[in-house]
């Protein structure tokens, strides 16, 4: 049993983290430590008692995945973005760009839906339907979402390369 304790010390000494205490350093459970490992986002250092130990860097890591989760990435995103070791691929600000373009879009979809909405509460007509600016959104939506079905058809009916 001394061994154990021997090789727990050291790994304390060595700035490397239980599984445990990761979990209580960032919030996540031991669970999602363990899916982030299976993505390719994380990776333990060794193994303690029979337990994952990770480096001190592990907590940052998790942080900065988790900033890129805020930022609309998503796991399969990030992993392809960053490695465990926090070292990013070569095109990341193409993809930094690429999904801030995607952001400024759905704030614009937010923001029609939030003037949508406000119209609906404040709209004097009894019923929507009777509303002549609701039809009018109705109608432009409708058209927006045929040009989008039309153009997504020509799309897939291109010769793959």
Known sequence: ??????????????????????????????????????????????????????????????ALIDLLKVSGFTLTEIASLVDPRGRVAPDWRERSRAKQDELAERLA???????????????????????????QVVAAHAQTLSARASSAGAESSQPQR
């Open 109 to 135: 979809e937010i923001d029609r839906a939030r003037v949508m909405l406000q119209h609906t509460i404040e709209c004097p007509h009894r019923s929507l339907h009777d509303c002549p600016i609701h039809q």
């Open 1 to 62: 049993m001394e061994p154990t304790v021997h090789v727990e010390l050291w790994f304390k000494s060595m700035g490397v983290l239980t599984i445990t205490e990761v979990t209580e350093r960032t919030g996540l459970a031991s669970s999602a430590l363990r899916f982030y490992e299976r993505k390719g986002l994380i990776e333990p250092v060794g193994r303690a008692g029979g337990k994952r130990v990770y480096d001190e860097r592990c907590v940052e890591q998790i």
